[in-house]
């Protein structure tokens, strides 16, 4: 049977290839730092500069498909989701990271058609490990395939989770007493690569058992998403429930029983959809 999207994820692999040599290059040089929702929330030109290449490379050859890109929607475009197919972007997933050369950084292209994610790529570029997973046909990581770890004793875990670019008290003392009850269950240890998409792709590759978050983006999630569930995981709400990638919310784990285990121990809150009018 011919694969409809194929052409596009091989198109999709050497595009975040070419992004991630652009990055590392960039790494050499000054970096400026520009600031958007707030003091925290960076961006550079090298990810204005990354999101343009991939996205002038895709118009090039699918002239039809749709676009949502990190720095396209911060320019004011809109982020709605369709069924046509489009490519959500994240040019650099742990900008922090990038301006600071801590060593995870990310270039992320998930690929929808009908509000379903059809194949994501994940280019973890200073480690050179590409990440990759086609809907129904397995992840791999530098083609090797990828399994979550069988663990199902969340005592004997390793969780990742972020503490995202919000400063709001609010939403901070909610990420900290969740953080809190979650490490006193007690598991092993918290960890955090300071890209969401890195640690989709360590959920995937069965080094820990799950990572949850609130606050990240639909372009921070939507290519590890597929990549977590062909690697054999979940994904679900943080209230529990099926995962909605608009709503900033999510966990992604091994199994049920560790998701759910740690969705108990989540104090939840909605920060605004990314696809609020
Ligand atoms: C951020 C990273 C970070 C997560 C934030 C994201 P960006 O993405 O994934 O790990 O904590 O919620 O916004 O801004 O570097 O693309």
Redesign the pocket.
Known sequence: MTDLWQNSMDHAVAAARRAGQVVQQALQDDRKVMTKSSSV???TQT?QRVEQLIIQSVKEKFPTHRFIG?ESVAAGEPCVLTDDPTWII?????????VHAFPFVAV?IGFSVNKQVEFGVVYSCLEDKMFTARRGRGAFCNGEPLQVSHQTDIKQSIIAT?????RDPEAVDKIFSSLRNVLCIPIHGVR????????MCLVASGCVEAYY?T???V???AAGSLIVSEAGGVLMDTEGGEVDLMSRRIVAANNRTIAERIIREIDPFSPTRDDAP
């Open positions: 929330d960076l961006v990810d990190e994240d040019p650099i997933d742990g900008t922090t990271n990038f992320s972020e503490f995202g670019s919000s955090g690569a300071g890209t969401a998409a890195v640690n978050e606050g990240i983006h372009w921070d999630v």
